[in-house]
């Protein structure tokens, strides 16, 4: 059984970037897509964006001048990077794998195993 | 605010039927198949029905969910005290180089 654990500093300064991996057990990150999303106090969820088994990538474009997602297949685990955090960036932080696929010619993306979630605050 | 358009809230009382509906446009839902996820408080979201209709094993058949056009809606009958959560819905969206897209949520009060 897939799971997924985020680690990283909770506390970040302003301005400074915020850094996070997420360490894949029970199966390989060279399969699926594997994404980050999330949710700041009191809030609904934000989806960052995904890496695909073969590295290709796709953000949010709300974010993606400040985020960077990358792999490393030698230790099964994937990796978030957002620059130039503010008050704004502070929110529990999730990585997830991903199923996508088509069923009865309609396309499906979702987040079918999730971890725990980290919560990141961004304060000086 | 969220491009996918759900009631902030909903509530029912124990055993009755409730509904929450999320309204997107042609280049999400009317496109795409829809995800609903359940979230209890303190918990990270789970899949509670993806492909729109479709539910992972061990989620009750008291959860179902349903499409039609750019609109989508989650149903739950029988409803039990502990179905009191958040729910969202989810899909992708095909402009630009395609996203993921959540609704705003909504808090089921069980009264």
């Known amino acids: 059984q897939v799971q997924l654990q985020e680690s990283g500093p909770r506390l970040v300064k302003p301005s400074e970037t915020l850094s996070l991996i997420c360490t894949v057990s029970g199966g390989s990150i060279s399969s699926n897509y594997w994404s980050w999303i999330r949710q700041p106090p009191g809030k609904g969820l934000e989806w960052i964006g995904y890496?695909?088994?073969?590295?290709?990538?796709n953000y949010n474009p709300s974010l993606e001048s400040r985020v960077i997602i990358s792999m490393d297949t030698s230790k099964n685990q994937f990796s978030l990077k957002v620059t130039s955090v503010t008050a704004a960036d502070t929110a529990v932080y999730y990585c997830?794998?991903?199923?996508?696929?088509?069923?009865?010619?309609?396309?499906?993306?979702?987040?079918?195993?999730w971890g725990k979630g980290t919560t990141v605050t961004v304060s000086s | 605010q969220s491009v996918l358009t759900q009631p902030p809230s909903a509530s029912g009382t124990p055993g009755q039927r409730v509904t929450i509906s999320c309204s997107g446009t042609t280049s999400n839902i009317g496109s795409n198949a829809v995800t609903w996820y359940q979230q209890l408080p303190g918990t990270a979201p789970k899949v509670l029905i993806y492909?729109?209709?479709q539910r992972p094993s061990g989620v009750p058949d008291r959860f179902s969910g349903s499409k039609s056009a750019a609109s989508a809606s989650l149903a739950i009958s029988g409803l039990q005290s502990e179905d009191e959560a958040h729910y969202y819905c989810a899909t992708w969206d095909d402009s630009l180089n395609g996203a993921v897209l959540f609704g705003g949520g909504t808090k089921l009060t069980v009264l």
């Open positions: 997830t794998r991903d199923s996508s696929g088509n069923s009865y010619g309609h396309y499906y993306y979702h987040m079918d195993v």
């Open positions: 492909s729109s209709n």
């Open positions: 890496i695909s088994d073969s590295g290709g990538r």
